[in-house]
């Protein structure tokens, strides 16, 4: 029996969330959890640790594995992880020159050659779906200690030279996966803490029920699931709610799907299977303005869901044309109206610095959020991360800063032709002030805190992250 440990990349809070850190939004990784599940399949010894959420330093990191000395470490690594993942490697080598070090995840899977050239203590790359790919290398090395050369889905370097083989096809049956292995996150769920404006409960728990977006937006790397969309069937979703409610005393889940409104005929299976079991849990997901109807909001509220967030990026026609986001103003403006209506609360998400952003359209942005009746709003700098379409052609638009580290969507790596970086950090500041400082978001979160006073400490640690932020610019 082989000990595999699985890891995500230690990065600090600071490094992930910039200004915003005090707010010390955690969430359990549900890819973790489900490889490892599967690694206890294949009758491994298995343990996770996830540094993120953690906070741990690569040092502390591997302190935690000085007992369990394992024989494969599987890192999962965001753009903005990778460089620290990379110095994991390395200390995990420097302790054990045996261990099979396997990174995987959106990074290197848009990058396969560059990663392993950049970070050499990476044995194997593991890309696009992991699952079946890290099923068969489990198997192989514990037959022979070996893992094929060629083996679909992953990139090695042999002799010096570095091999990217054949993608391994998408599972066809999601079900046919075992449910994630949540037991094996330390503290799990009381030890997660998602941002204050997902949390309407505790403790929570987040998942993912499907895979792959139709959409082709510009900025968003798709290179992990690709474009065709597969769920996990209603019947099994509703399974993971109930392991989580009854197993683990998960009361909120955040459903973290890209765009979970695809299919409304999944969406109402789903929630008449959720209505009919009368779980004892709330939930949020993520959804695009040109998916919901009013019927199908009322119904999610129905089902438990109380909040959903929308990509709405800017408030210039011109510029959601341009970022191919095939959606119009009109669209979004109905979709957070009737989201309000059904009695959902909402989030917007918003992007500044696409190309072709000027003055004006960050000015039409900023009056799109204000006159929303969004309850929170998110305000990201546009990050060109590999993968995406703009990635390739970012120089043409404006200086973008290769540093994976700063890669977090908070630092202004990319600054668009006729702005400065400052003018770029600015430009966010002031919409998350004029956003926030309004009498009736301030009641608002005053209400929800009053309502829920475990909620209060988060809500103020995060009120004091957003001052920090807005101040220090
Ligand atoms: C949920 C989520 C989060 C959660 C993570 C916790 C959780 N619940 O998992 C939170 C909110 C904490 C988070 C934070 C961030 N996130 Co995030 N997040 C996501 C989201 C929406 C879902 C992740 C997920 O669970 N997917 C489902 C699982 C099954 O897929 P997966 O993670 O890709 O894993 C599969 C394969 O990649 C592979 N694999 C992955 N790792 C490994 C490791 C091994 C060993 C093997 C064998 C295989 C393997 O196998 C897995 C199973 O098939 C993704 C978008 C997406 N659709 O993936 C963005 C996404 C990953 N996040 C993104 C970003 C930018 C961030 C932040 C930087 C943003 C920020 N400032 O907060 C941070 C960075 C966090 C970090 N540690 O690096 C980007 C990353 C882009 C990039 N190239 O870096 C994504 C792709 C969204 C996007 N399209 O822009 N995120
Ligand atoms: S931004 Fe959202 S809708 Fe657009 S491609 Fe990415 S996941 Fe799909």
């Known amino acids: 029996m082989l000990r595999i440990v699985l890891i995500t990349s230690p990065i600090s809070l600071e490094d992930r969330y910039g200004r915003f850190s005090g707010a010390g939004s955690t969430e359990p990784s549900f890819a973790l959890a489900c490889l490892a599940a599967v690694a206890l399949q294949e009758g491994m010894d298995v343990r996770i640790v996830d540094a993120a959420a953690e906070n741990l330093s690569v040092r502390q990191t591997v302190e935690q594995l000085e007992d369990f000395r394992p ?18 490697a390395r ?59 060629n083996l679909p ?37 009381e030890a997660f803490h998602p941002s204050p404006a997902r949390m309407n409960r505790y403790p929570c728990a987040s998942v993912v029920l499907s895979r792959g977006c139709p959409n082709r937006c510009a900025f968003c790397d798709r290179s992990v699931f690709g474009h065709r969309v597969r769920s996990y069937s209603p019947a099994y979703a509703l399974n993971m709610f109930k392991d989580l409610a009854r197993q683990f005393g998960v009361r909120e889940i955040l459903i973290e799907d890209d765009t979970f409104i695809i299919l409304h005929s999944w969406i109402r299976e789903f929630c008449e299977r959720l209505i009919a079991e009368n779980i004892d849990v709330t939930w949020s997901c993520v959804g695009r303005a040109d998916r919901v109807t009013l019927d199908i909001l009322k119904l999610m509220k129905q089902a438990g869901c109380w909040h959903i967030s929308y990509g709405i990026e800017s408030g210039d026609q011109r ?112 919409m998350l002030k004029a956003f926030y400082f309004r009498p009736s978001i301030v009641a608002g979160k005053l209400m929800q805190a009053a309502s829920n006073p475990r909620l209060l400490r988060h809500m103020f640690k995060g009120f004091m992250a957003l001052l920090s932020a807005v101040r220090s610019r």
């Not at 024989?71 to 994991?88: F, K, M, N, R, Y």
């Not at 022979?144 to 050369?149: A, K, S, V």
């Not at 044309?321 to 909402?346: F, H, P, Y």
Request: charged share 25%; proline share 5%; hydrophobic share 40%.
């Open 71 to 88: 024989d494969v470490a599987g890192i999962s690594s965001t753009t903005a992880g990778i460089a620290a993942s990379g110095a994991l």
């Open 91 to 149: 200390s995990l080598k420097k302790f054990d020159q045996g261990i099979i070090t396997i990174i995987g995840g959106c990074h290197v899977t848009a990058l396969p050659e560059e990663t392993l050239a950049e970070y050499r203590h990476f044995d194997v790359a593991v890309l696009g779906e992991g699952e079946e790919t890290f099923s068969e290398i489990l198997k192989a090395a514990s037959a022979n200690g070996n893992i094929p050369e």
């Open 153 to 189: 889905g992953t990139a090695r370097r042999i002799n010096g030279r570095i091999v990217v083989n054949e993608r391994h096809p998408l599972i066809d049956n999601l079900d046919r996966l075992p449910l994630p292995a949540w037991r094996l996150l330390q503290g799990f769920p």
């Open 319 to 430: 510029i959601l044309d341009a970022m191919n986001k095939n959606e119009d103003i009109a669209q979004i403006e109905s979709a957070v109206r009737w989201s309000r209506d059904a009695g959902l609360k909402t989030k917007g998400f918003f992007m500044v610095g696409f190309p072709g952003e000027t003055p004006e359209s960050l000015k039409l942005t900023k009056d799109l959020a204000l006159k929303l009746p969004l309850n929170d709003i998110t305000v990201m700098q546009l990050t060109p991360f590999p993968g995406t379409a703009l990635y390739q052609h970012a120089d043409e638009y404006g200086v973008l800063e290769r540093d994976w580290s700063k890669m977090n969507t908070l630092n202004t790596v990319f600054t668009p032709s006729g702005f400065t970086q400052r003018d770029m950090d600015e430009a966010r500041s002031d």
